[in-house]
Protein backbone atom coordinates (compact mmCIF):
# COMPACT_ATOMS: atom_id res chain seq x y z
CA UNK A 1 0.00 0.00 0.00
CA UNK A 2 1.59 3.08 -1.14
CA UNK A 3 1.84 5.96 0.75
CA UNK A 4 0.78 9.56 -0.01
CA UNK A 5 2.78 10.73 -3.32
CA UNK A 6 3.23 14.11 -3.76
CA UNK A 7 5.12 15.34 -7.08
CA UNK A 8 7.09 17.32 -7.69
CA UNK A 9 9.67 17.00 -5.05
CA UNK A 10 11.15 20.21 -5.92
CA UNK A 11 9.82 22.96 -8.07
CA UNK A 12 11.76 26.23 -9.53
CA UNK A 13 9.43 28.62 -10.71
CA UNK A 14 10.29 32.55 -11.74
CA UNK A 15 8.09 35.34 -10.27
CA UNK A 16 4.82 35.46 -11.84
CA UNK A 17 4.93 32.24 -13.45
CA UNK A 18 2.20 29.53 -11.63
CA UNK A 19 2.67 26.45 -9.78
CA UNK A 20 0.92 22.96 -9.85
CA UNK A 21 1.70 20.66 -6.91
CA UNK A 22 0.15 17.03 -6.99
CA UNK A 23 -1.19 15.09 -4.50
CA UNK A 24 -2.33 11.32 -4.39
CA UNK A 25 -3.88 10.13 -1.38
CA UNK A 26 -3.29 6.83 0.25
CA UNK A 27 -5.42 4.16 -1.39
CA UNK A 28 -8.92 4.08 0.16
CA UNK A 29 -8.53 7.52 1.52
CA UNK A 30 -10.73 10.74 0.41
CA UNK A 31 -10.07 13.44 2.51
CA UNK A 32 -6.70 15.49 1.83
CA UNK A 33 -5.19 18.02 3.80
CA UNK A 34 -2.59 20.61 2.37
CA UNK A 35 -0.12 22.82 4.83
CA UNK A 36 2.20 24.75 4.11
CA UNK A 37 5.24 25.29 5.59
CA UNK A 38 8.37 28.05 5.85
CA UNK A 39 11.30 27.32 6.70
CA UNK A 40 12.03 26.92 10.37
CA UNK A 41 8.62 26.47 10.97
CA UNK A 42 6.16 24.45 11.94
CA UNK A 43 2.98 23.47 9.14
CA UNK A 44 0.01 26.08 8.69
CA UNK A 45 -3.04 24.17 7.29
CA UNK A 46 -4.30 25.32 4.18
CA UNK A 47 -7.11 23.55 2.97
CA UNK A 48 -8.79 20.47 3.45
CA UNK A 49 -10.79 18.68 0.57
CA UNK A 50 -12.88 15.64 0.01
CA UNK A 51 -14.10 14.29 -3.23
CA UNK A 52 -14.91 17.04 -5.46
CA UNK A 53 -15.88 19.20 -2.34
CA UNK A 54 -13.85 21.80 -0.45
CA UNK A 55 -14.61 21.60 3.10
CA UNK A 56 -12.33 23.95 4.86
CA UNK A 57 -10.49 26.68 3.15
CA UNK A 58 -9.75 28.87 6.42
CA UNK A 59 -5.78 28.83 5.39
CA UNK A 60 -5.77 29.78 2.15
CA UNK A 61 -4.74 32.88 0.78
CA UNK A 62 -7.56 35.06 -0.14
CA UNK A 63 -5.67 35.17 -3.96
CA UNK A 64 -3.92 33.31 -6.58
CA UNK A 65 -3.90 30.14 -4.67
CA UNK A 66 -6.93 27.46 -5.34
CA UNK A 67 -7.20 23.78 -4.25
CA UNK A 68 -9.29 21.27 -6.27
CA UNK A 69 -9.49 17.27 -5.75
CA UNK A 70 -11.71 15.98 -8.97
CA UNK A 71 -13.16 12.97 -8.77
CA UNK A 72 -10.68 11.42 -10.95
CA UNK A 73 -6.97 11.76 -10.26
CA UNK A 74 -4.62 13.47 -8.21
CA UNK A 75 -5.43 16.92 -5.61
CA UNK A 76 -4.04 19.79 -7.09
CA UNK A 77 -2.76 22.61 -5.12
CA UNK A 78 -2.20 25.90 -7.54
CA UNK A 79 -0.43 28.89 -7.31
CA UNK A 80 -0.48 31.63 -10.15
CA UNK A 81 1.49 34.34 -10.19
CA UNK A 82 4.20 33.19 -7.85
CA UNK A 83 6.03 35.76 -5.40
CA UNK A 84 9.08 35.25 -3.62
CA UNK A 85 6.64 34.72 -0.43
CA UNK A 86 5.41 31.35 -1.63
CA UNK A 87 8.65 29.94 -1.51
CA UNK A 88 8.31 26.84 1.03
CA UNK A 89 7.58 23.00 1.70
CA UNK A 90 4.08 22.46 0.58
CA UNK A 91 2.70 19.01 2.76
CA UNK A 92 -0.54 17.12 1.69
CA UNK A 93 -2.17 14.39 3.85
CA UNK A 94 -5.00 12.27 3.73
CA UNK A 95 -7.15 10.22 6.18
CA UNK A 96 -9.84 7.76 5.59
CA UNK A 97 -13.43 8.35 4.75
CA UNK A 98 -15.96 9.01 7.28
CA UNK A 99 -13.95 9.23 10.54
CA UNK A 100 -12.55 11.81 12.39
CA UNK A 101 -9.69 11.46 15.41
CA UNK A 102 -7.21 9.49 12.99
CA UNK A 103 -4.17 10.38 12.12
CA UNK A 104 -3.22 12.08 9.19
CA UNK A 105 -0.56 10.42 6.94
CA UNK A 106 1.56 12.80 4.92
CA UNK A 107 3.69 12.88 1.70
CA UNK A 108 7.43 14.02 1.43
CA UNK A 109 6.32 17.57 0.71
CA UNK A 110 6.98 19.94 -2.92
CA UNK A 111 9.76 22.07 -2.20
CA UNK A 112 9.25 25.66 -4.15
CA UNK A 113 11.55 28.17 -4.86
CA UNK A 114 10.25 31.08 -6.43
CA UNK A 115 13.45 32.57 -7.91
CA UNK B 1 -0.33 32.95 18.48
CA UNK B 2 0.31 29.22 17.84
CA UNK B 3 -2.34 26.71 19.32
CA UNK B 4 0.21 24.72 20.31
CA UNK B 5 4.01 26.13 21.21
CA UNK B 6 6.89 23.12 21.93
CA UNK B 7 9.27 23.87 24.92
CA UNK B 8 12.31 24.01 24.84
CA UNK B 9 12.44 24.81 21.27
CA UNK B 10 15.87 22.90 20.89
CA UNK B 11 17.45 20.26 22.98
CA UNK B 12 20.83 18.18 22.91
CA UNK B 13 21.22 15.03 25.13
CA UNK B 14 23.42 12.10 24.91
CA UNK B 15 22.65 8.74 23.21
CA UNK B 16 20.97 6.34 26.34
CA UNK B 17 19.00 9.49 28.00
CA UNK B 18 16.19 10.31 27.98
CA UNK B 19 14.27 13.45 25.94
CA UNK B 20 10.95 15.15 27.08
CA UNK B 21 9.31 18.08 25.29
CA UNK B 22 6.78 19.60 26.17
CA UNK B 23 3.41 21.37 24.29
CA UNK B 24 0.83 24.07 25.48
CA UNK B 25 -2.07 24.49 23.51
CA UNK B 26 -4.96 26.80 23.52
CA UNK B 27 -8.34 26.08 22.93
CA UNK B 28 -10.30 22.98 23.64
CA UNK B 29 -9.38 20.07 21.59
CA UNK B 30 -10.61 16.38 19.96
CA UNK B 31 -6.95 14.97 19.65
CA UNK B 32 -3.70 15.79 19.92
CA UNK B 33 -1.00 14.63 18.14
CA UNK B 34 2.76 14.08 17.67
CA UNK B 35 4.81 14.11 14.49
CA UNK B 36 8.64 13.70 13.53
CA UNK B 37 10.31 15.33 10.78
CA UNK B 38 13.69 14.56 9.66
CA UNK B 39 15.56 17.47 8.33
CA UNK B 40 14.28 18.50 4.79
CA UNK B 41 11.84 15.34 4.90
CA UNK B 42 8.40 14.48 5.35
CA UNK B 43 6.21 14.58 8.73
CA UNK B 44 6.31 10.79 10.22
CA UNK B 45 3.09 10.62 12.66
CA UNK B 46 3.96 9.34 16.14
CA UNK B 47 1.29 8.93 18.30
CA UNK B 48 -2.59 10.10 18.65
CA UNK B 49 -3.82 10.98 21.94
CA UNK B 50 -7.43 11.77 22.45
CA UNK B 51 -8.85 14.23 24.74
CA UNK B 52 -10.31 12.05 26.85
CA UNK B 53 -7.22 9.83 27.44
CA UNK B 54 -4.54 11.00 29.99
CA UNK B 55 -1.59 8.47 29.09
CA UNK B 56 -0.44 6.88 25.97
CA UNK B 57 2.09 4.55 25.23
CA UNK B 58 4.15 3.58 21.98
CA UNK B 59 7.63 1.67 22.40
CA UNK B 60 10.02 4.16 23.76
CA UNK B 61 7.19 6.57 23.46
CA UNK B 62 5.36 8.29 26.30
CA UNK B 63 2.72 11.03 25.51
CA UNK B 64 0.58 12.60 28.60
CA UNK B 65 -2.37 14.84 27.96
CA UNK B 66 -3.73 17.43 30.38
CA UNK B 67 -6.56 19.26 29.62
CA UNK B 68 -7.58 21.08 32.61
CA UNK B 69 -4.00 22.51 31.93
CA UNK B 70 -4.20 22.64 28.12
CA UNK B 71 -0.76 20.90 27.62
CA UNK B 72 0.90 17.55 26.57
CA UNK B 73 4.46 16.03 27.14
CA UNK B 74 5.93 13.61 25.10
CA UNK B 75 8.92 11.37 26.93
CA UNK B 76 11.23 9.50 24.55
CA UNK B 77 12.88 6.56 26.76
CA UNK B 78 16.67 5.61 25.77
CA UNK B 79 17.23 7.94 22.79
CA UNK B 80 19.05 6.89 19.27
CA UNK B 81 21.31 8.84 17.36
CA UNK B 82 18.80 8.29 15.11
CA UNK B 83 16.00 9.95 16.77
CA UNK B 84 17.63 12.95 15.76
CA UNK B 85 14.81 15.51 14.59
CA UNK B 86 12.40 18.14 15.05
CA UNK B 87 9.00 17.14 17.07
CA UNK B 88 5.87 18.77 16.30
CA UNK B 89 2.62 18.57 18.65
CA UNK B 90 -0.65 19.37 16.44
CA UNK B 91 -4.40 19.39 17.95
CA UNK B 92 -7.38 19.09 15.87
CA UNK B 93 -10.12 20.89 17.55
CA UNK B 94 -12.56 18.99 15.30
CA UNK B 95 -13.33 19.39 11.28
CA UNK B 96 -10.06 17.61 11.03
CA UNK B 97 -8.02 20.62 10.74
CA UNK B 98 -4.28 20.29 12.61
CA UNK B 99 -2.80 23.18 13.94
CA UNK B 100 0.80 22.78 14.43
CA UNK B 101 3.37 24.26 17.13
CA UNK B 102 6.45 25.33 16.09
CA UNK B 103 8.89 22.42 17.43
CA UNK B 104 11.58 21.19 19.32
CA UNK B 105 14.74 20.30 17.71
CA UNK B 106 16.18 17.17 19.01
CA UNK B 107 19.86 16.24 18.59
CA UNK B 108 21.08 12.99 20.22
CA UNK B 109 25.02 12.90 20.40
CA UNK B 110 26.73 9.57 20.82
Known amino acids: NAGVMQNPRHLVRRRGQEARLRCSPM?????VYWYRQLPEEGLKFMVY????????ESGMPKERFSAEFPKEGPSILRIQQVVRGDSAAYFC?????????????FGPGTRLTVT | SQQGEEDPQALSIQEGENATMNCSYK?????LQWYRQNSGRGLVHLIL?????REKHSGRLRVTLDTSKKSSSLLITASRAADTASYFC??????????FGTGTQLKVEL
Open chain 2, 90 to 99: ATDAGGNKLT
Open chain 1, 27 to 31: KGHSH
Open chain 2, 27 to 31: TSINN
Open chain 2, 49 to 53: IRSNE
Open chain 1, 93 to 105: ASSPPGRSNYEQY
Open chain 1, 49 to 56: LQKENIID
